[in-house]
């Protein structure tokens, strides 16, 4: 299994990214997937999980109304979409999938058995 995410970058406060993560041998959709993210200093954060269908989709309160998750099976995908982004969303961003099944997916880092190499969201 691999995880490739791609998307970050540096922007100003307000602004908005998209972040990617392909997935090779593994199935988008199928089982839990998430977003994680880790800034320097502190732990690793779980900021959003996803399975199968929209419905499914969680992010945490803290990144409510700014951070979407979502997935497109046919392209085997995984995104996190970031809205009016803040200094304190700087961070090392990294996609993680597991073998577990949805509809209710943990945020524990634990459980993800896969992790991308991650991508880097710098605000200023």
């Known amino acids: 299994v691999q995880l490739v995410e791609s998307g970050g970058g540096s922007v100003q406060a307000g602004g908005s990214l998209r972040l990617s993560c392909v997935a090779s041998?593994?199935?988008?959709?199928?089982?839990?997937m998430g977003w994680f993210r880790q800034a320097p200093g502190k732990e690793r954060e779980g900021v959003a999980t996803i399975a199968s269908g929209r419905g499914s989709a969680y992010v945490i309160d803290s990144v409510k109304g700014r951070f979407t998750i979502s997935l497109d099976s046919a392209k085997n995908t995984l995104y996190l979409q970031i809205d009016s982004l803040k200094p304190e969303d700087t961070a090392m961003y990294y996609c993680a999938a597991s073998n577990v099944l949805g509809p209710y997916c943990t945020l524990g880092p634990s459980r993800y058995n896969y992790w991308g190499q991650g991508t880097q969201v710098t605000v200023s």
């Open positions: 041998g593994y199935t988008v959709g199928r089982y839990c």
